[in-house]
């Protein structure tokens, strides 16, 4: 009984054990020299200017979801055209509906100025 759990249990201590070591050994074999530039918070090369607690506009989001959309988009098509010669002219024309319903969703969000930047 136990040998059918042995897989498993070496399968979660291999994971704890390349989740926890390398993080340890970097603590403890790194260097720690810090000064104030190392300290220094930053994000883009600069000092900020504005509290961190401030409002985004909403378009950020727009497009990050965007984003998001097109880039499942893509996930979808490289299976689709793996086996395109499997499923055939109904698979064809499935995936021609779902990209011009993401098309139509598209040049929607282009129209409204969705993706201009200011």
Known sequence: MVQNYLPVLLFILVGLAVGVVPPLLGKLLAPSHPDPEKNSPYECGFEAFEDARM???VRYYLVAILFILFDLEIAFLFPWAVVLKDIGL?????????LAILVVGFIYEWIKGALEWE
């Open 55 to 57: 409002r985004f506009d």
């Open 90 to 98: 109904f698979g064809f024309v499935a995936m021609l509906v779902f």
